[in-house]
Every structure is written in C-alpha cells, then in structure tokens.
C-alpha cells in the first residue's frame, strides 16, 4: 500500500500482556507498519479517560488500548473496568468528533504476539483510509 | 526548575543500529530538547563501557535524570537501573525507551524507523523531567514452589527444591507423574530402560514430604508477584481414593466401558478406570471422566442416561432400573410420554441415530411391572417429623417418593378423586394406559406413602389445620388445570369445552366406570369437534374425539414446522383420521339456540419472526370464513388456579404462579416449598419430577439441619462434537424402532398405540452408547471395591495455592501424522508412529515388549523408518527441527535388530542430526553394526500392495527413485507444542513463538527464565529437547527458584497509588472500583485513603478520578501527559 500520509497511533499497553506480546512480536520480527507509539501502563484499567482525549488533542490521530482478555486481568479486574469506561468514552468521542474506528480497545494476551502485529497493521491500514484526524469544532 | 537529563541511545550492533538511524536522533535530540545536557550513542550501552559512560556523565555533569533508548526495559531496566544507582542516583530518576522490539526489529523503512524512534525518545525525555526519587520496600518471598507439569523437567525440578527443604506443588494434568519418559522403553544412546531410569524418580516425588502432587489439575490463573504468587488451581476428581485403593485392580474386570488408551497410544484400549502401567505414581487407581454426557445435561431430572443405557446394554437390567430411579420414580411412565430432551443431544446422533433412550427406559419400568416387583433403596430410619405433599401429580408424587426413602411420614394431598395429576387426566389412555400409571402409584404406597383423594387443600384442609396436626413442612405441587380463554366472542356457548376439561372429564369418566365395573359414558362432544392449538395438549384433544368417533379438525394459526407438539404425535393424528387447518385463527363462535352451529376463522400469514424466534402470524384482511362445529376445543394453553392461590399467603409472580427460589424451591414461607408446573407454567413431567426430587432434598435438608440446602456444583460438559475415537467406539448396531399398533385397531378405543421394546432391542440400544463421558458411573467397581475406595460423587476443587515461585514444565505433544495423508497413517494399521513403536518395546506394553505387526501380530521381518514427519516442514507449518527424531530412530532400528536379528531396517532422512554426547557414536553403530540401511531423501507416497507396504520415495544422493518394501513403518513424528498450550499461557500471562513453545527471557543467558520475574521454564514446553536437556532445564529451574528463596526478600517496586488530599473531593468513586479493597474512605479527613499493603498499583482507582487525586506512583498522570506532549510533540 503506498500513501504518503503516515498516521501517528498512541497505544497503551497493558505491562503483562499486551506489552510483552508486543515484544514478542519484536524478537519475532512480525513486521508492523512504523506508526504505533507505545506508552507501557501497568493494566489496561490504569488508562484515564483523559489520556486518550489528550492524545487526540496533542495530534494523534488514533488511539489503542490493549489490555489482558476478559477473565484473564492481572489486577483481577482492571479490564472490565477499561472495558465499561471504552464504551462511554467511545460516546464521548464521538460527540467530540472523533470518528468511529480512531479509538480501540483490543484484548491482547501475552501468548498473542501475531494478533498484535495483525491489530497493529490493520489499525494502521483503516486509520490512514480515514485520514488525518482533525478537530471538528461544534457549531455554537 | 529544569532537570539535567543525559539521554543514551544505543545501537546493539546491528539490532538498532542497521534499521535507525541512532547518531542523527542523538544529535537532533542534543539541539532541540532544552533539558538535554547531553545525549550520546554507543555500539552496546547494556556493556561495561557503556554503562561507564552513564556513570561517568551523571559524575561529571551532574545529571538528574536519565533516559535509555534501547531494548524492552523487560530485558535491560534492572541493569540500567543498577548503573545509576551506582552512581548515586535514585533508581526511579530513570527511564527506558524500547526502540529495538518495538521499533528497528519490526519496521522495514529506515527513515519512518528512525522518525518512531526519535519520537519514542522524546516522549521518554518529556516523562523523565516528572519522575521523582523513590524507595521500594522489601518483601518476604513465600519459599515454596509450584511445579506445573509432573514429566522428567518437572520431576528434576521438583525433587531439587524439595530437597532444599521447600514445599513444592507438583500440578499434572494426567492421572499419573512421569510424563513422556513414562511411555518410552530404552534411552539413547546407551539403550538404558527408560522406566528403570524413571521410576525411582516417580516414587521418590511420590513419597517426598515436602512434595505435594495435584494430579488431574490445571492451572487456570495467577495472581501477585515474584516471591508471592498466588495461583488457582482447578483439579478433577480421581474418584478413587489414594489412600484406600491398595491396586488389587478388581474394579477394571467389572467395567463395561472400553476406550482407546492414550497411553498405549491407541494401540490397545483400556477402562475408564484403571492404572496405566504397574509402577504408575500415584500407584492407586483412578477414573477417567470427561464430564457430564450431554443426555444427562439436558435431562432436567438429571438421569445418569449413559449409566443405565450401559448397564442395559449388559443385560443388568434390575441395576439400570434403580440408576433411573435414582431421579426418576416413575420409569414405565417416563418411558411413555417423556418429550426425551436427552435424545436430541445425544451423541450418536451425529454418527447415525440417537439411541433410543426413552424407549429403553419404559422396557425397564415395564419388565419391573410385569414381574410385580418393586426395588428401591433401602428406606432410612423413620423420622417424626411429617410431611404434606399438596397435589398428587408428578413432583408431588415425586417428592413423595424421596422423602418416604429418607424415612419421613409422607401424606399427599389431592382434590380430584384420582391420583396421578396431569398423567391420570391429562394423558390419554391410549399414550399412557391407566393401569401402568395406577401400578406406580401403588408402588409408592408401599413405602407408606399414604394419598388422600378429593381433599381440597384451602377448604378441607389448611396450613394451620395441618401444622396443627403436626406436619412440620410442606410441598405445594397442585399443577396447572385450568385453559387459558380464547378472548374470542360467543366462547360462552354450549358446546365450547376447554382442552384439559375434555382430557379431565374422559380421563376420570374412565377411572370412575373401571371402579364400577362398566362402560365409561362418552363424554358430551359432537359430531364435528374442531380443536385450537398447536400443542401435545391440542392434539391429545384431537385423538381423543377421534377415538370417541368425532370427526376433528385442528385448527392452527401458524404452520406445521411451527408446531409445538412433537412430530410423531402428529403423524399419528393425521394416520388416525385427523384433518389440520394451518394458518387459521379462530375469531367467532357461531352459535344457534345456545349452542354452537360453527366456528368463524380467519386466514393468517407469517409475517416477521417473534421473540420465540417462530415467524408471527399476521391476520390477512377479510378472508374470514366458517366452518361447522357443534364442539370447539380451545386447548392453546393452561394456567394456574389463582383464586386457590389467593389463600395461601404465598408470594406469586406475574402470570400468577407461585413464586420460589430457583434453586431450593422455597416460598416466601419457611418451611413451604413449591415446585412442578405451579412455579414454572405449563412445563412437562419430567420437571415436575426433576421439583419434586429437588424439594424432597430441600425439605429434608430444612428438617434435619434447618435452613436451606446449599447448592451443589455443576460437573464440566462432555466436549459437543463427535470426536474420532468416538466414532471408532461405536458398535455397528442401528436404532431399534418401536412397534406400533396398526391405525385400523385404533378406532373406537383407547388402547395403548406404542407397544414398547422386546429385551433384545432394550439391550441393542444399551450397546449402541458410545459412552461419550468416559465413565459412565454405572457404579459396578463401587460394588466391586473391597476397601470401599470408589466415590462417584466427587467433583472438582477449586485451589489457591500461594507460592514464592512457578516452574513451567508442561512439556511437548507429538506431531499429529495424519497430517500427511500420503503416508496412511490412521489407514494402514501397521503404518505407526515412533512413539507407538516405544509402546510396541516396552515390557509393560500391549504386546509385552514384542515388536509386532499390529494388523495381525506377526514379527516384521522389515522395518522402514521415515524421518522429519512434522519437522523441518515448511508445508506443514512446523519449519523447526524436533531435535531427537534421528536419534529415536536409530535407537528404535537398533532395538528392533535386537529383537529380530534377521531384520532389516531402512532409514528416509534428510540429514542426520546426532549432535550430543555419543549419539554420534551410537548412529554410527546403528549404520554399521545394525546394518540399516540409510536413504537420504524424502518420502512421496506409502501404499499396500498384496500384503506388504511399498514406501516411495527418492535417494536424492544417487537422484533416483526408490521403492522399498516393508512389513511396518515407523514415522518418526516431530515434537510440538502442547495442544493447549494457550491455556497454559493465559493463565501464567507467559508469552510463546509461533509454534506455541514458551519463550525463555534470553535465548543464549536466560534459557529457563521468562518475561515474569520468579516464573521459569523447564523441558519441552520451551522448545523440542531430549531427555538429558529436560533434566538439566529442570536443575537450572529449581536453582533459580532456590536462589529465591535464598535471597529471603524481593523488593517489590513503590509503584502504588497516592491521594493527592487536597485534590480529593471525598467522592468515593475509587472505594468501589479497587479490586484489593486498598481504597478505604477517611472518615476524619473525608478524602480517600490507600492501604500500601494491599495497593497492587493497577491504577484503576486513579483512571476513574474525576479530579485526578490518585496517582500511581511513577505512573502519574503527569508523568504520562508528558510523555504523551512528548511523543507527539516532535
């Protein structure tokens, strides 16, 4: 795919999982489209909502989290609460006028490098179909 | 004030260095970031001379901080962090930037690589400014181990620290410890005896005190740190127990049940329960179950199906009966009108038919009747205090039944004048012939169960008349007999008869003319009988009038593929004269005189699909139109008697049916209980039953210890799909059919139609169960054990075990062969597997250590070994080399020569591989003493050609082909992952390669060690090894684990959350969110407070701050705001 424009993707990851498959995906060089910025964070749960507005506002033009699968939460539990916030901010942003597709919440196990690669290249492809991200300022 | 930061870059050779471009972000980074006092590059920073330069720099310059570009701080941060502190700085002031795996290693342009790289960097400057010193506490490490995986690594492992002194949990998923090595015969390359080798090891793990085996366990999670783990454990029941078996093995020659022995590699079969091999640790039998079959799930009595089916199929007829009863009194009833749920989901439905369960079932009952005898278990001490059953149907009767077992003084109650609820007037007679359900009934008598008949309860008797005459508890079960209204006008009429008033008033016409010796009067229906509905209800109705010599239409608003009733009741109404009228709803009763003339309908379609998922009929405008009647049925559904209800004092739900607790079926009054179609609707016999066991137990749990049974723990699932050796188990019989009364004897009668199973079909039908539990707890060894050893009630346990640190020993499969079809492997029997060969060696194996042809048990007179089946392959995904196979070959060859002198053996490889101590030596002696014969080069194709296989392949040394003739084939099949590595892996948060083999945290200085600190590696599970290689893993695991527990303390990082108090508005959102409750609400203060003990550093509680009070520790909202400014910044 050939396009000049690269988008810049802020990506949380979580330390046990998402981050080390991450790694994984390094040591087995899983070719990833050079976009994605890491932030290591201890747990997916860890990520304020304000992190992510933040990014936005800094000029990324997408964001991803990634945290342990459903069940599997190193804090027991901090996921599902990542999972229950993504789901209002993803309202909140769209309000804002972020579009649908410019912020992720993925699950992402340790043992799961090729799906990091794959989410991590995927991401960038849509992103960069959807094009520069720019604030749209509401009327009023 | 701005801080002095030095920022390193490190190039790692070519790691980083090849793809970014390290100088130009180091001199970039120099000129634009103020706060960078200086920033350097250097070949290896993670050096000595490397970590000088940082040293020096913060000596020399005065640095407060600083950054390090290079590889995962999962691999370096400890280092980088040791070389500040060294040179006084506080180890927090640092910060890592990976730009090597998340970066140079998986990029492909330069330049973009560089750009991430620099913008990494920058946001790693941006965070560091915000950092401040900090401290770490220490922590006590728990100094005990969990060994997960009971093969040679683990075993090594384990014994090590155990005889350090350390406790050590040995989890295995297997009934035995062991492991591969277990299966093999002799070792290479000096040919010792694996298992003389083996077994001292197993026994002495067995009877290690510090050792603790969990066998038939998994890990399922982890919680904590190094030092201080806590991990669950989910274990499956031995159903035999360690400590009574004494392995007499009396237990294996009672079982019905043969499947194919993992163990021997499917070379022979064993029992579900048995012992592998004579030497097994633990040394004790045990069962293999693989959970609840799907017919016994899906039962809502719960019948142990499989047990009885078995039991039936060898001829133990009198044991299947009681196993049924064990939650089903009433067989020869059940085996008449159950709606079998069990059948749909069986099994062997997916091979041909599904057995005929319910069939069999009724030939049990029916066998017992016709012998005029009544087995039961024994009934238990009598106990005073009395119990009241109100309605005699189904659950009444029911829990009649178990608690008259339980020794309780048991009356039921009953309005109508007959017993038997909705099975005496609600069933016809020619489904379900009076005198069966009456013999049953009486059955319960015997047990002194004492029925009283037209006794209205609310009326004749009340809860206080009764308390009053001392019964102590009550069992509420009065059904469902009234019909729900058409809501259609002229419903009034003479002539208009309720479904189950027309079953009632046939059914006790008959009862009552049979006690007095004549013809049943015919009940008041016409000519022309039209019947609403699409139920059993609608077309027990219309059977009925059929026999009664009506002529009888059904009337059905959507269409037959929606009908609820069941197929066979329908194809038996219409070969008995029925008429349907699909797609018609009823909208008026015409009516002359005062009785009914007609019935207006209206034409329907299907429009959208409802909540049922059934598509909705949609009236279709002026297409109505009549049809003549003198007697409409309307049998569309029941409802309770509510003004009965209203009496009680009892809690009812919406649709007005009594309201309980799902589990216990109590009320809202203590000591009543309800169950059967009062509490669920219009449900069916067997639930009602299903309620009548479940309130016998709450009841007699609620007299004997007060308050309400606890609830018992679900067993696993019987994996859905067939599986292969499923199939292979299934014995070639066809479903039974049952005999049926031809429809020309039907007319103007009530004799029974399904004329039940012969013994020999009964039996054909139990041998049909492909027994997908495993153990089908038919309970024959339970009589069998002398020492009482055997409990089939055991379930899974559930642990948390807290240890210090973990050893991941899981191990290796082996390829699956058949994944190379042309090599007929699973087709031809004498095509095997290297590792069945083993089996074929082994003394303790199915032939006792002969090499035989397993297709007809002769001594093959010659042996082709093909190498690099699931190695080395591209094609088949496996690309690596299994690293043993050459050597198992040569070792087997040299075995077999052993064996058969004459033998002569052939060798297809592509390269030998006999890298180790003597395996050179011994391959060699393989070529040259044994006499093989060695062909470099692929296999293409084996066949069978009259009795022998031909094996085609190429000798790409001398480039031709070559065809060699075999007796047998041995395909040395590679090592591969375990299959369900990936559990393993979620549960340990442990990473694998592609292959599924665990990745060790260095490959050259961190074999055994992970990613997680005080989690280590050992054995196969990393990658393919041999024995040798597993035992060292093993020792060098056991010494990390040991230099642990030497250390005595871990420091556990300071990472945790802090309450900014003056920001903290006393909210108390985070009180709720923390998972560890470390968040507690200050009561003085009136702000948050955090426990360091119990924080974990999750940050959930800072994340969902609304004033952004809490922080972690390190991982401030600061902190990453900057670092986000940063990266995003360049």
Known sequence: MTTDYEPKIIAFLCNWCSYVAADAAGVSRFVQLPNVRVIRVFCSGMVDPGYVIKAFAEGADAVLVAGCHPGDCHYISGNIKAMRRAALLDRLLTEMGVEKGRFRLEWIAASESPKYAEVINEMTRSVQKLGPFRVQRCAG | ?1130
């Open chain 2, 1 to 1130: 004030m701005s801080k002095k930061i030095g920022v390193y870059v490190c190039q790692c050779g070519t790691n980083i260095g090849g793809k970014v471009d390290v100088a130009k972000i180091a001199e970039e980074i120099e000129t634009e970031m103020g706060d960078v006092v200086v920033c350097r590059h250097y070949k290896y920073m993670c050096s000595e001379p490397g970590q000088k330069l940082i040293r020096d720099d913060i000596a020399e310059l005065g640095l407060d901080c600083v950054v390090e570009a290079s590889c995962s701080p999962k691999m370096h941060e400890p280092t980088f962090k040791n070389a500040v502190a060294q040179a006084g700085m506080n180890p927090y002031m640092f910060e890592m930037v990976n730009i090597r795996e998340h970066c140079s290693w998986i990029s492909e342009n330069p330049d973009l690589a560089t750009k991430k790289a620099k913008d990494l960097v920058r946001g790693g400057i941006a965070r560091v400014a915000h950092h401040k010193p900090l401290t770490g506490t220490r922590k006590p490490v728990t100094p005990s181990a969990l060994v997960v995986g009971g093969g040679i690594a683990g075993i090594t492992a384990a014994l090590k620290i155990a005889k350090a002194g350390y406790k050590v949990y040995m989890v295995e998923k297997e009934e035995i410890v062991g492991g591969r090595m277990a299966q093999f015969d002799k070792t290479f390359p000096t040919l010792d005896c694996a298992g003389c080798t083996l077994t001292p090891k197993t026994s002495e793990v067995g009877r290690h005190p510090n050792i603790e085996i969990l066998t038939k366990a998994e890990v399922t999670g982890v919680s904590g740190f190094v030092g201080n783990f806590t991990v669950r454990v989910r274990q499956q029941p031995r159903y035999v127990s360690e400590e009574k078996c004494t392995g007499c093995g009396d237990c294996q020659g009672v079982c019905p049940i043969d499947v194919v022995s993992d163990f021997e590699v499917g070379l022979s079969n064993r029992h579900p329960i048995s012992r592998p091999f004579p030497q097994a640790i633990p040394n004790t039998y045990s069962i293999i179950r693989s959970g609840q079959p799907p017919c016994q799930s899906a039962c809502p009595a719960g019948v142990n199906v499989v047990g009885y089916m078995n039991l039936t199929g060898m001829g133990k007829y009198d044991e299947a009966l009681a196993m049924v009863r064990e939650r089903m009194p009433f067989a020869a009833s059940c085996g008449r009108i159950c709606f079998h749920p069990c059948e749909a989901v069986c099994k062997r439905g997916q091979l041909d038919d599904p057995l005929a369960i319910c069939h069999t079932k009724r030939f049990l009952g029916d066998r017992e009747l016709a012998m005029k005898s009544f087995s039961h278990p024994p009934v238990k001490e009598a106990k005073a205090e009395k119990v009241a059953i109100v309605g005699a149907g189904p659950a009444g009767l029911s829990a009649a039944y178990y608690l008259a077992l339980e020794g309780y003084p048991v009356t039921v109650f009953e309005k109508l004048p007959a017993a038997g609820g909705m099975l005496m007037v609600g069933i016809p007679e020619y489904r379900l012939p009076k005198e069966i359900l009456n013999a049953e009934i009486e059955n319960l008598k015997t047990l002194g169960v004492e029925i009283r008949t037209g006794v209205t309860f609310g009326k004749d008797v009340t809860f206080e008349s009764l308390e009053s005459e001392g019964y102590r508890s009550f069992f509420i079960a009065t059904g469902l007999h009234k019909s729900l209204s058409l809501r259609i006008e002229g419903e009034e009429t003479q002539g208009v008869i309720g479904g189950t008033d027309l079953l009632r008033d046939t059914a006790l016409e008959q009862v009552k003319a049979k006690a007095e010796g004549k013809e049943p009067a015919t009940p008041a229906i016409g000519k022309r009988v039209v019947v609403i509905g699409g139920g059993n209800v609608a077309i027990d109705c219309a059977r009925t009038c059929a026999r009664l010599g009506a002529e009888v239409v059904v009337l059905y608003r959507r269409t037959r593929a929606e009908m609820p009733a069941w197929d066979i009741e329908v194809d038996e109404a219409e070969k008995e004269g029925v008429r349907f009228e699909f797609l018609a709803a009823p909208t008026k009763v015409i009516s002359e005189n005062g009785k009914v003339t007609g019935l207006e309908y209206l034409r329907m379609e299907l429009g959208a699909p409802d909540d049922s998922g059934r598509r909705r009929p949609v009236p279709m405008e002026g297409s109505e139109r009549v049809m003549d009647a003198d007697t409409v049925v309307p049998a569309i559904g029941q409802a309770p008697d509510t003004s009965f209800l209203e009496g009680l004092g009892l809690d009812v739900e919406r649709w007005g049916t009594i309201r309980t607790e799902e589990e216990t079926l109590v009320t809202s009054r203590p000591g009543v209980f309800a169950g059967g179609d009062c509490t669920l609707g219009a449900a069916s016999f067997v639930e009602a039953v299903a309620h009548g066991r479940m309130a016998a137990e709450s009841i007699h749990h609620y007299l004997a210890h007060g308050g309400l049974r606890p609830v018992k723990p679900v067993e696993r699932s019987v994996p859905e799909e067939l599986t292969q050796e499923e199939r292979d188990r299934a014995r070639p019989i066809q479903k039974q059919r049952m005999p049926h009364l031809s429809a020309e004897k039907r007319g103007g009668n009530f004799h029974e139609v399904e004329l039940g199973f012969t013994q020999e079909m009964a039996k054909a039908e139990g041998e049909r169960c492909l027994s997908c539990s495993l153990c089908c707890q038919c309970g024959e060894c339970v009589k069998k054990c002398g020492p009482g050893a055997i409990d089939l009630t055991e379930t899974e346990k559930i642990r948390e075990i807290d240890v210090g640190a973990i050893v991941v020993a899981t191990g290796i499969d082996i390829f699956d062969a058949k994944k190379y079809p042309e090599y007929g492997f699973g087709r031809y029997p004498d095509v095997i597997t290297n590792l069945q060969f083993e089996r074929l060696c082994n003394a303790s194996g199915p032939t006792g250590g002969k090499v035989l042809k397993p297709s007809d048990g002769t001594v093959p007179k010659s042996i082709v070994f093909v190498q690099c089946v699931g190695s080395r392959d591209r094609a088949k995904g496996n690309e690596y080399c299994s690293k043993v196979c050459c050597m198992i070959s040569a070792k087997q060859l040299s075995i077999f020569k052993h064996f058969s002198p004459d033998g002569q053996a052939y060798v297809f490889y592509i390269d030998n591989r006999a890298g180790g101590k003597g395996y050179e030596e011994f391959l060699r002696r393989a070529i040259e003493e044994d006499g093989a014969r060695y062909i470099r080069g692929r296999v293409a194709k084996i066949f069978q050609e009259r009795d022998k296989l031909v094996v085609r392949g190429e000798d790409s040394l001398a480039g031709v082909p070559v065809e060699v003739e075999a007796d047998m084939v041995v395909l040395a099949t590679g090592l591969t992952a375990q299959t369900d590595y990936m559990t393993v892996a979620r549960a340990l948060n442990l990473s694998t390669d592609r292959y599924g083999f665990f990745i060790e945290s260095h490959p050259k200085l961190g074999p055994v060690e992970t990613s997680l600190s005080g989690i280590y590696l050992a054995g196969g599970a990393q990658g393919p090894k041999d024995i040798p290689e597993s035992v060292a893993q093993g020792g060098a695991a056991a010494a990390e684990a040991l230099s642990l527990f030497g250390m005595g303390e871990v420091e556990v990082e300071p990472t945790v959350a802090m309450v900014d108090s003056i920001r903290c508005t006393g909210c108390r959102t985070c009180v709720g969110l923390c998972a560890y409750t470390a968040v507690s609400f200050d009561e003085y203060t009136k702000t948050a407070s955090i426990n360091e003990a119990l924080c974990q550093g999750c940050g959930t509680c800072a994340a969902a701050c609304p004033v952004a009070a809490i922080g972690v520790q390190h991982y401030t909202p600061d902190q990453v705001m900057a670092q986000i400014e940063g990266i995003l910044g360049g």
